[in-house]
Structures are given as structure tokens and as C-alpha cells.
């Protein structure tokens, strides 16, 4: 009676799985071709073999080198920087008592998460251009040169990691805010009975309050080391910041599919999901360890 | 009460004026874009615009809505968000129900395992593309909604609100002879509203804002809108001026492409005093658990 009843469920699963089936595990199947001499006309089945010679060449080209690296290097220091911003700005934001203020405080910093970075971006390169806001009207009154932003690699990564943390800081700290509305009001009255000040409460209570989240956050930002942002990079770069700005989503897509190197590209993109899974599953180890955190 | 001190006073007032501040540079490059599209491009030229516009008009935007292939891209997109969502909500509700019962479902761990796993690993972009080529999906608009009609992040969401919704519901409506369907339709999405409208709206600026897929996956002349911006926005088409020398007193390149950011901005910005209301909640419910 009950199984009868319960067998629904499965029919109820059916079309997620399928689903998934159809589009991310066969995909997982179509990585034999990172060991293939791929050729669309051929098929799986009668394209030549050829090992490990895409990772060689991926290994050896100078350039597939460099946008691992610009990868590394990107991705970590946005997974600093948004952890960092996110965790001062949920304090500062905790200590206002003037709930309309705070409210639409928040209600401004969100929004640019739902933004693309699309438009996102084209206001991001419409200010930064040699005839944007910045370089006409601010630079100069602080009486400052014009600043190639996009065109120069160093300030390029620098306006890549400044802008997306613009983008997302107000997002990232939800989670925080959380944490802080959920601490025991005892425990504030409990330190002003000792005699502490608002700062030693801060260092004492409140901070405290933030760790585990914290601890949980940055560990899971682990799994993202090669994930720089292919969306943001992609609608802000051009080829004069290519040896510092490529990453490798946005190699793969230039290499892989613009100039059909399947076989590499697929390479490239096998080596970042596997150093991506890897990360990923230690993370969550990690976090799962020391945090109590766990994904249902 | 520490608030009452001079010095905490300083600081509140400080800190008032920072968070201000922060708060407005969300909110003025979008103001300042904005101020541009309504503005001549000779004012532009001239750097006479920050956040009002100078010499009011409107033709950058005529000129947008003008143009056929923008309508028409409007209008793909309107019906992907419309399919995508149907279909999203969908698929994910019915995953989520029965993964909420975990009791109910033997192998349940393995089938939640199952959908995870394609959090963690993906085959890539490439093997992706051929799949679609190869299902013959190219340049249809099921390229753009099936692949990620699961999202599995939206359905751990759903899951874990399903979850929280006390047993003596489900058991209640299953002795009086419900089967699990219309235990769902009617005791459960019913009291779900509002997490089902934050996914709803995830699911729904998810699919607006999203452009890779129709660049990758779609002929030109059936692109999506962002799509479609994507390319204009980005690439200065140098080669041909789409704007006559005899317009510019009103029209620039830059005032045209303002306009457009702002014009793939605005449905967001429709939405998004709805979406706001439910989805702090909903996030922090489904994200952070004991």
C-alpha cells in the first residue's frame, strides 16, 4: 500500500534525470576527445587517437602557461578581496540602528548582482575609456593623468578584480548579516555588564559570531580557483590585454571553438574540471570538517 | 548603553556618511549611463554629462527600437524566459518533492548524489557544443532552455523549503487519499509561494540576462536580446558607422550604446523591488543550515 503510493516519487524524478543524463553526463563522455585527434565529419568513433599529446602542447605553449597562471591569479585574489569587503561591510552595516537607512542601503548594494555583466560591463568600459567619466572628469580634478584602464594588462586585472567585487560585495554579505541577526542579545548585555566598550563588544561578540560562516564561505570559494570569471573577462577584454587578462575559459572558447582545436581546447577544459573537482570536493570536506557545513 | 556616547556618535555619523556613499556607487554609474542615452551626443562630447542629462532627446532610443532586428530579439527572448521558466519550475519542483523524502525514496542519497555531482564536475564547453549539434538543437530555442532546465542550486533551495514544512501536512493529506501529486499541487506548492517566486524570478533574470548560449548556439538573426546587445555593447564596429555624420548633434555611438545597456537593464529593474522582497529570506533559509 505505502510502496504503491510511493512509486510516484520515482515517475516524479524522471524527467530531472533525464534530463541531466542527457545534458551533463553524456558531455562527460564527449572528454574522450581530449585524447583524440577530433574531427567533426569522423565522429567519436573513427577519429585518430593521439594519447596525451593536447596536454603536451598545452604544457608546452607559452601562452596556455600564462593563462593558467592569469587564471590562479585572478580567481585568488577576487576569493580574497570578496571575502574580505563582504565581512567589513556586514559590520559596519550591523551597527546602524536606523532601520530605514540600513534597509535601503541593502536594497541599493544587491542590485548589481542581478545585473549582467553585459550591461554590467559596458558601464564598467563606457567609464574607464579614454572619453569616460573617470578619465575626463575625476582623474583630472584630482589632477591626475588619463589612465588607459582597458587597454594597459596591470590595470586591467586590477579593474577586473576591483569591478567584480563592486558587482558582487553587496550580495556576499546576505549570508553575513544573517549570521549577525542571529546572535544572543544576552551576550551584548552580558559584556556591557563587564564594562565593554562598543569596540571590545565588536572583538568579543559580534566578530566571533562571523567565523564559522566566514570559514565556511572561504573555504568553499576554494573550488573556484580556476573559475576567474569567463562572463566578465569575455565582455571586457581585447587583444591588448590578452597576456595578462586571457583565463582559461575564455582561452578555450578562443582556441577550442573559434579556431576548432577541439582536441585541445577539450584538453584544456578537462584539466581545469578535473583541478576543479578536486578543490571543490576538499573544500566541502573542509568545510563539512570544521564548520558543520553540509549541502542538504 | 554604548550608543550614547560622544564617541560612538562620531563613529554612527561616519559611519552613516561611508555606508552613503557605498551604497550610491551601486546605484550612479547606472544613473550616469542613463543620463547619457537622454543626452545630445554633443553634450557627451563635451563631457558636460555626469548624472542629468544635457539637451534632453530621445533618439538614441527611437533609433533602437527602430531597428527590426532588435524587436525581433526582444521578442526571443520574452519567449525564452516565458518557456524557460515553465519548464524550469517545473522540473525542479518535481526533483525536489521527492528528495525531500528521503524516508520514502530507497536509493535517494545515490539519486541526490546523482544531480550534485554535476555541480562538481562538467565535461566542458566543447563536448557540450558537439552534444547540441549533435541532438540537432543548433539554433532552435531548446538549445537555450534544456540544458539548464535543472537548476541543481535552485533545487537544493526548493528541496531544503520542502523539507521545513512539518510531516503531519503531508501525512494528513496522504489519509485522506491523496497521492503524492496532489499532496504536492495542493498542500505543498500552495504554502511554498514565496519560495517558488524567488526561484521563479532567479530562474526568470537567469534566463534574460544570459547571452553565451545564443551567441554559441543560435544564427544571428535569431538571437536572444542580450545576445544581441552583447555584440554591440562590446565590439566598436569601427568599419561602419551605423550613426551619419548630419545625426551626431543628437546621436553618438556612445549615447546609442547607453541607451541599449539601459534598455537591457530595465526589465531587471522592473522586477527587482518583487524579486528583493522574498529572496534575503529565501537565501539565507536554503544557504546556511545548522
Not at chain 1, 163 to 177: C, M, Q, R, Y
Request: charged share 15%; with cysteine.
Amino acid at each position: 500500500m505505502k510502496l504503491r503510493k510511493n512509486g510516484v516519487l520515482y515517475w516524479m524524478l524522471l524527467p530531472g534525470v533525464l534530463l541531466t543524463l542527457l545534458f551533463h553526463y553524456l558531455p562527460m563522455a564527449g572528454l574522450v576527445i581530449a585524447f583524440q585527434d577530433f574531427k567533426p565529419w569522423l565522429g567519436f568513433s573513427k577519429s585518430a587517437w593521439v594519447g596525451l599529446d593536447h596536454f603536451r602542447t598545452a604544457f608546452q605553449r607559452e601562452d596556455s602557461l600564462q593563462v593558467v597562471w592569469n587564471t590562479f591569479f585572478i580567481a585568488c585574489s577576487k576569493i580574497i578581496v570578496n571575502l574580505v569587503v563582504p565581512v567589513i561591510f556586514a559590520l559596519l552595516l550591523n551597527e546602524i540602528r536606523q532601520m530605514r537607512f540600513k534597509k535601503a542601503v541593502q536594497t541599493l548594494v544587491y542590485l548589481p548582482h542581478f545585473l549582467s555583466w553585459v550591461v554590467f560591463g559596458g558601464i564598467v568600459s563606457d567609464m574607464l575609456s579614454s572619453q569616460g567619466i573617470i578619465n575626463t572628469l575625476l582623474l583630472p580634478s584630482l589632477g591626475l593623468q588619463p589612465i588607459l584602464f582597458l587597454a594597459d594588462g596591470d590595470w586591467f586585472r586590477f579593474v577586473i578584480i576591483f569591478s567584480d567585487n563592486w558587482k558582487e560585495f553587496g550580495f556576499a554579505t546576505i549570508v553575513f548579516l544573517a549570521a549577525l541577526s542571529n546572535v544572543d542579545p544576552s551576550l551584548y548585555e552580558a559584556t556591557e555588564v563587564d564594562g565593554a566598550n562598543r569596540w571590545q563588544q565588536t572583538w568579543t561578540v559580534t566578530f566571533p559570531a562571523l567565523v564559522p560562516i566566514i570559514i565556511v564561505v572561504g573555504t568553499l570559494a576554494m573550488g573556484s580557483v580556476l573559475n576567474a570569471g569567463f562572463d566578465q573577462i569575455f565582455n571586457l577584454y581585447n587583444p591588448l590585454v590578452y597576456d595578462k587578462g586571457d583565463i582559461i575559459d575564455t582561452f578555450v572558447y578562443r582556441v577550442g571553438l573559434l579556431n576548432s582545436q577541439f582536441g585541445l581546447g577539450t584538453a584544456i577544459g578537462l584539466f581545469k574540471s578535473a583541478v576543479g573537482f578536486v578543490m571543490i570536493v576538499m573544500a566541502y570536506y573542509l568545510a563539512s570538517r570544521f564548520a558543520n557545513y553540509r549541502i542538504f | 548603553m554604548y550608543y550614547k556616547t560622544r564617541s560612538y556618535r562620531i563613529f554612527n555619523v561616519l559611519n552613516i556618511i561611508l555606508l552613503s556613499l557605498v551604497a550610491l556607487s551601486c546605484i550612479l554609474p547606472l544613473i550616469h549611463i542613463l543620463a547619457i542615452s537622454f543626452s545630445s551626443g554633443l553634450a557627451v562630447e563635451a563631457n558636460r554629462v555626469t548624472f542629468w542629462p544635457v539637451d534632453f532627446n530621445l533618439d538614441s532610443y527611437t533609433r533602437t527600437f527602430g531597428d527590426a532586428n532588435f524587436l525581433d530579439a526582444f521578442f526571443t527572448s520574452v519567449v525564452r524566459v516565458i518557456l524557460g521558466v515553465v519548464i524550469g519550475i517545473t522540473v525542479t519542483v518535481l526533483t525536489a518533492y521527492p528528495l525531500s523524502k528521503m524516508e520514502a525514496l530507497r536509493g535517494g542519497r545515490v539519486i541526490a548524489w546523482f544531480f550534485v555531482f554535476t555541480m562538481l564536475f562538467h565535461g566542458g564547453l566543447i563536448p557540450s557544443y558537439i552534444l547540441i549539434q549533435k541532438l540537432h538543437l543548433m539554433n532552435t530555442i531548446w538549445a537555450l532552455i534544456l540544458p539548464g532546465a535543472l537548476g541543481v542550486y535552485n533545487m537544493i533551495l526548493m528541496l531544503n523549503f520542502f523539507r521545513a514544512i512539518p510531516r503531519e501536512l503531508e501525512e494528513a493529506s496522504l489519509i485522506d487519499g491523496a497521492g503524492h501529486l496532489t499532496t504536492l499541487l495542493r498542500v505543498y506548492l500552495p504554502i511554498s509561494m514565496p519560495s517558488i517566486a524567488t526561484i521563479v524570478l532567479f530562474v526568470a533574470v537567469g534566463h534574460w540576462n544570459a547571452w553565451f548560449d545564443g551567441l554559441i548556439y543560435m544564427q544571428k538573426e535569431n538571437w536572444p536580446m542580450s545576445t544581441l546587445l552583447q555584440t554591440m555593447i562590446k565590439v566598436p564596429d569601427l568599419s561602419q558607422r551605423t550613426v551619419a555624420d548630419t545625426e551626431i548633434v543628437n546621436m553618438t555611438e556612445r549615447t546609442l550604446k547607453s541607451a541599449k545597456i539601459f534598455i537591457g537593464t530595465l526589465p531587471i529593474l522592473l522586477v527587482y523591488p518583487f524579486l528583493q522582497r522574498y529572496f534575503v529570506k529565501g537565501i539565507v533559509l536554503g544557504a546556511v543550515k545548522g
